[in-house]
């Protein structure tokens, strides 16, 4: 039974592609909430209280009740909310798509956040293994519009940082892995994904991204410099 009525609320900041998952999906179904900037330099107390394991953003607070995590947050709003879904109905279907969630998530996301903390050695090992998987998710979307098929589904909306974050990642920290002519389906992909409107419409400030990046970098590359002292 879907629930409609309750006050719905979430916790996130404009800059976290986990954030705008839960944005983009929250308006692909047309559900209504309240946005609640956070500070992570001075973390609320709702937002303590209501992620007190991990204190992190996104949280989504739906009639009093905190659901922590981008990917749970996600599976409870598809449960919750029937219209417009964007799991499929069919098992195994289903299993394919959390699959190459976790394997994006598990696979690629971190070797990014390696290659984007490090430098020399390290940050060229995390290059290949990001590279690695990034292959890997160009054979699974090859001929495909979105990896949902004909329209945006649960890993567009969970890769979807791809199409936007990674080339600031990228120019912050000075490595590349996205690459048009080697992964073609991906970029075709990146295209698509960034012309349907719900997405378009809901992106952060791209200066606003190169500046944060670009002062995060700067921080991880001192923190490393006083390691080595």
């Known amino acids: 039974m879907e629930e409609k009525e309750e006050e719905l609320k979430l ?12 944005i983009w999906v ?12 956070e500070d992570l330099r001075n973390k609320s107390q709702l937002l303590l209280s209501s992620n007190p394991v991990h204190k992190k953003v ?29 799991l499929p109905n069919d098992p195994y279907e289903r299993s394919q798509a959390l699959f190459w969630a976790k394997f994006a998530d598990e696979k690629f996301l971190p070797e990014i956040e390696m290659a984007f903390s490090s430098t020399g ?3 060229v ?3 290949e293994l990001a590279t690695a ?6 054979g699974e979307i090859k001929g495909k519009r979105f990896f949902g098929g004909d329209r945006i589904g649960f890993v567009d909306v969970v890769v979807g ?7 600031m990642v990228e120019e912050a920290a000075c490595f590349k892995v996205s690459n048009s002519k080697k992964f073609p389906s991906l970029h075709s992909w990146m295209n698509n994904f960034l012309e349907v409107t719900v997405i378009r419409e809901n992106l952060p400030s791209p200066d606003d991204l190169r500046i944060f990046f670009h ?15």
């Open 215 to 229: 002062d995060l970098r700067q921080v991880k590359c001192d923190s490393l410099t006083q390691e080595i002292k």
């Open 58 to 86: 996104p949280v989504l607070i739906h009639g009093g009740k905190a659901i922590p995590e981008s990917i749970i947050i996600l599976l409870y709003i598809e449960e919750t909310w029937l219209k417009n879904p964007i």
């Open 121 to 123: 050695d390290d940050q």
């Open 161 to 167: 940082w791809i199409a936007y974050w990674l080339e």
């Open 133 to 138: 998987a990034l292959e890997v998710l160009e």
């Open 125 to 127: 090992k995390a290059v």
């Open 26 to 37: 929250l308006k692909l179904k047309g559900i209504e909430y309240d946005f609640i900037e």
């Open 11 to 22: 916790l996130g900041t404009k800059l976290s592609p986990f954030s705008w998952r839960i």
